[in-house]
């Protein structure tokens, strides 16, 4: 199998992010197998990013499994925790600086604020009659922002109600970080431009087009417990490790547009995107790490070679 370090020179810089809270499964595989050959293609380089932000659930064991089985399905990288590189370190977990200089700057710009609003206040307000919110509010279609356990940026939460968007608030240039950071009663929302369209093309998917307000909401970038958003967190790595290209699931598309608007507003320029087909099982259903069956850790212990993995053909198997 061809190896990058013997390619030429290329502006090109993929990336893989897996997520330490469970085992890879086979549609994480068949998305990684998809960035590593277009890295191979563009003679390029790709990276290794642990995204290990989630304190309750990431595990070292499956950040070490992840690397073993990348390694098994026969994907190489040149940068990562593993190697080290040029912008280290490669876990999310020892880049908060970057993370804290990024919201402060969304702060100073006047992009972001403060919302108090617990989960059971958002499902109050999203229950309520739509005669009591403005228009751009009552548009309760799915958006996605992270929130559950897993720190995963679902597309399928309700378009956040406008509860605390009045609330103007900018931070001194001269102030202390830990009046940004110091954990909370409330999370730091980015302000959605209401009615705006965010298009851009999908180098697999082709043109895309979501309206602000309307397919997603006022989304969150600083937690109330210190910690920064997926949505945050993933564009200040990207931007700071030169990543060109983004290769992912389709079910972040919406959450690429919701980047867009941060890259505008933190004065940088995004990569390229390519968004990958799910993969479903028998049934027809999206798979998750709770599909022990399909992981790449069972499927090893099975004798499944890789060929199979990424093929998907373990999926037809009874």
């Known amino acids: 199998m061809a190896n990058l370090s013997s390619s030429p020179p290329s502006t090109y810089r993929g990336r893989l992010a897996p997520s330490p809270t469970g085992y890879l499964h086979v549609g994480h595989a068949r998305t990684f197998w998809t960035a590593y050959q277009r890295a ?59 993370y804290l200089d990024a919201g402060r700057k969304l702060l100073e710009g006047g992009f972001l604020f403060p919302c108090r609003c617990s989960r059971k206040d958002l499902e109050a307000a999203l229950s309520a009659p739509h005669e009591y919110l403005s228009p751009s509010e009552n548009h309760l279609q799915s958006s996605g922002e992270p929130s559950n356990g897993d720190m995963d940026p679902l597309d399928d939460e309700p378009v956040y109600p406008g509860t605390c968007r009045t609330a103007v608030v900018t931070m001194p240039p001269n102030s202390a970080a830990s009046e940004f950071v110091e954990p909370g009663n409330f999370n730091w929302r980015f302000r959605v431009p209401d009615g705006e369209a ?36 993933c564009v200040a790595d990207d931007a700071a490790m030169k990543i060109t290209e983004v290769v992912r699931g389709e079910d972040l598309l919406k959450s690429t547009a919701r980047q867009i608007l941060l890259y505008r507003a933190l004065g940088l320029d995004p990569p390229g995107w390519f968004h990958c087909r799910l993969v479903a099982d028998r049934n027809g259903r999206r798979l998750a790490k709770r599909h022990d069956a399909l992981s790449l850790r069972t499927l090893r212990q099975r004798g499944v070679m890789p060929q199979q993995v990424i093929g998907a053909e373990v999926l037809t198997e009874r």
């Open 40 to 98: 191979l293609a563009a003679a390029g380089s790709l990276v290794m990013r642990m995204e290990d932000l989630d304190p309750d659930r990431s595990r070292a064991e499956y950040a070490e499994a992840a690397l073993e089985d990348l390694h098994w399905l026969g994907i190489r990288w040149q940068e990562g925790p593993d190697l080290g590189g040029p912008f280290a370190p490669y876990e999310q977990s020892n880049r908060h600086s970057i």
């Open 198 to 233: 965010i298009e851009f093309d999908d180098l697999n998917l082709g043109p895309q087009r979501f309206v602000a307000g309307v397919d997603f909401g006022d989304f969150v970038v600083w937690r109330r417990d210190g910690v920064p958003s997926y949505q945050l967190a």
